[in-house]
């Protein structure tokens, strides 16, 4: 089983698309601030495009999603930046996320101890959309070196979108 969470008006073909809102016509209806209604081990794959941002309690929904998922099963995730400006502007918005912040579920992270939930990171990617004729070339040089770039130059050429692929670990 694929899910997409939080699908809003974009449904996934291959993918139980869920969403809270039934005016966008998911094929389940989902409240990620609560249990998933799923069974344990019974999935293969999350897609979650611009919707942790908007969750106010992540850590239960990472357990959530890692009870819910098979091992080795992915996790793609999407959301904003915490430099970029989409990622304070929305009021919507309760959290922000940089990329350190999925390594407190990571096997490697020494820092794990807040959740039982673990996961491998198999990507990060900070994604720059401005400028159009730089991207490329922008996009390589923030991922050159993540944690250099973060520390040193997000805040003068901030990205906008922080993409990362999990995989459960069990």
Not at 23 to 51: G, Q
Not at 95 to 110: A, D, L, M
Request: with cysteine; glycine share 2%; hydrophobic share 35%.
């Amino acid at each position: 089983m694929k899910l997409h969470l939080g699908c809003g008006k974009k449904h996934l073909n291959g993918y139980i698309n869920c969403d809270i809102s039934k005016d966008v016509n998911p094929d389940k209806i989902v409240d990620l601030e609560k249990p998933l209604p799923f069974k344990d081990n019974s999935v293969d794959e999350i897609i979650i495009y611009h919707t942790l941002e908007h969750i106010h309690n992540f850590i239960p929904l990472m357990e959530e999603m890692h009870r819910i998922c098979k091992n080795n099963a992915l996790i793609k995730i999407e959301v904003p930046y915490f430099r970029s400006y989409w990622a304070y502007s929305d009021p919507t918005h309760c959290r922000f996320f940089g990329v350190h912040t999925f390594e407190y579920f990571s096997t490697e992270n020494g820092l794990n101890y807040y959740s039982k939930a673990r996961f491998s990171i198999e990507s990060i990617k900070l994604i720059s959309e401005i400028h159009r004729h730089k991207r490329i070339i922008k996009n390589f040089f923030i991922n050159l070196n993540l944690r250099f770039y973060e520390k040193f130059f997000s805040q003068l050429f901030p990205a906008e979108k922080l993409n990362i692929v999990l995989k459960t670990v069990k």
